[in-house]
């Protein structure tokens, strides 16, 4: 099964603590703070590469370093389990009802609540066939997934659709990050940035600024150079969810038509919400409205208060929601982008420079002529 790029980064803030002579002898006491970011990283089967940071004291290293492993084994055993489930699911007869575990359940019934929101633009199901995208009894339709809650049962009412896998995958990132915060939260850290692929959950802080998500925004041009557009955005307990064509290599149905659509009018669609599985979910939703027109997706988000974001066109236009404040854009490669600038400076100073004394040196050759001449 295809691993996926998973980043994890969760930073605490907690004051060192002053260790007795026996590390087991209780009561030991509060001092000074001294904050440190630890670092780890594992692969995830169905998930892929995940990337875990946590600040904290000296004491409490082996506590975060504990706390990073948890939340890896958590993440791992669920990614591997949900998608083993639900190509079960897919391999099932039709039109028969299939008992899946809770957990199952729970996302299936929370795509089916994302795909009314979001009047269908987002949809957990795909026909098989690619053919059948043309025609609408074919194409994506959530509406014949049927879940019974009592039974914890789902049909799938159509011989020609299935779960798509990769849908699925993309928003169970979401719902990975969800948990795996919500579960870090509980157990006391507080200051967390998770980040998995395409995916971002923070709460709390950065060590010693707010948490801080990068947006590229390549032109069509600049995609696959070494340095590019990007934006910073500052955010605080917020999630956020970047779709772009590498995540839909086929294609994308465009909600409105009910057709394949291989050249998207964006190249990057981003959404923040108040936890990953909605802004994922949005910015899915989000990509397919802008299938053809960046601008119908950018009024889509807007007329939605629960989230906001960003969609990028081909050209680097940046098409931002109502009440989206962007920042400055920055660039990828910022050292080499200086580097590069103060070379073209120095160089443009020196070329200056040279054609200004050349041509101070020929007026006072001509003017010497002229007094000769005279």
């Not at 997706?297 to 629960?306: D, K, L």
């Amino acid at each position: 099964m295809k691993k996926l790029a998973i980043v994890i980064a969760l930073i605490i803030l907690v004051p060192s603590i002053a260790q007795a002579k026996d590390n087991d002898e209780p009561g030991p006491k509060v001092t000074q703070s001294t904050p440190r970011q630890f670092t780890q990283t594992a692969v995830l089967p169905s998930a892929g590469g995940a990337e875990l940071t946590i600040v904290t004291t000296a004491g409490n290293e082996g506590q975060a370093k504990a706390a990073m492993s948890q939340a890896f084994g958590h993440a791992s055993t669920k990614a591997s389990a949900l998608m083993a489930e639900v190509s079960k699911v897919n391999a099932q007869p039709r039109k028969t009802p299939i008992a899946i575990s809770p957990e199952l359940f729970s996302v299936l019934d929370s795509c089916r609540r994302f795909s009314i929101h979001t009047d269908s633009a987002f949809d957990i199901t795909s026909a098989p066939k690619t053919e059948g995208f043309s025609n609408y009894f074919f194409a994506p339709n959530w509406r014949k997934l049927k879940l019974n809650k009592k039974k914890q049962t789902v049909t799938i009412k159509s011989d020609k659709l299935e779960i798509d896998p990769r849908t699925f995958g993309l928003v169970l990132r979401g719902f990975l990050a969800d948990d795996i915060i919500t579960s870090l939260n509980k157990a006391g850290w507080n200051n967390v940035q998770i980040r998995i692929s395409n995916v971002t959950r923070s709460t709390g802080r950065d060590i010693h600024t707010p948490w801080r998500i990068r947006m590229d925004a390549p032109t069509a041009a600049e995609a696959g150079k070494h340095a590019y557009r990007a934006y910073d955005y500052s955010v605080g307990d917020v999630a956020s969810a970047m779709i772009s064509p590498r995540l839909f290599p086929q294609g994308i149905v465009d909600p409105r038509t009910r057709t394949l659509v291989t050249d998207p009018a964006v190249i990057n669609a981003i959404v923040f919400a108040k936890d990953a599985s909605t802004a994922t979910a949005y910015a899915i939703a989000t990509y397919a409205k802008s299938a053809t027109d960046a601008q119908r997706g950018a009024n889509f988000i807007t007329a939605r208060s629960e989230v906001k974001g960003i969609l990028i066109a081909p050209d680097g236009e940046v098409i931002t929601s109502a009440k989206f404040n962007m920042t400055k854009p920055t660039y990828a490669e910022t050292k080499t982008l200086q580097k590069t600038k103060v070379a073209t400076e120095k160089t443009e100073d020196t070329a200056e420079k040279t054609t200004d004394a050349a041509a101070q040196k020929t007026e006072d050759e001509t003017v010497t002529t002229t007094q000769k001449t005279k």
